[in-house]
């Protein structure tokens, strides 16, 4: 996804993090509901990504979660224990201004795998994990399939 991050403020919330654009195929807000005291995510599809997927009902929305999980809405964190052992390997003593400066970048992924492959790390993607929460979010989004079509018997990949 040509993802643009952004922090932002409004609708009550401190900090919404964006993902995608009012332009790309979907559109993702995270941000903390105080008052439900949880964190919410808001996944907006748009017709573009729709129709790839051959979707052009309401009724077939439901069907679409094999497809989100994991390759849409996926959380991961920088694993800087193998990305510290990978650049001091290849990179010397170099290796810890460029792990410094990832690590400045931290508070997004998106910009410190960008930085990582300005500096000579092909592939940053190998040092992501998954986070646990992504069993969770997977699991919310199948009750809500469930919820919204309960004829169609889901079968999770997680």
Known sequence: MGSS???GHGNGQEHVLYLGSRKSRKLIRCYRKEALGAFRVELELHSSFLRRHQNTRVEGLAILVPSLCPSHVRFVALDWV???RYLT???GQRGQAILAGARERAASIHRACRYLRRHGVNNPHRFLV???I?????AALYRWADEF??????????
């Open 149 to 158: 079509m309960p004829e169609v018997r889901w079968i999770s990949t997680n």
């Open 134 to 138: 992504n069993k969770q979010i997977s």
């Open 5 to 7: 991050e952004k922090v």
């Open 89 to 91: 390997k290849s990179k």
């Open 82 to 84: 193998r990305l510290e």
């Open 130 to 132: 998954p986070l646990r």
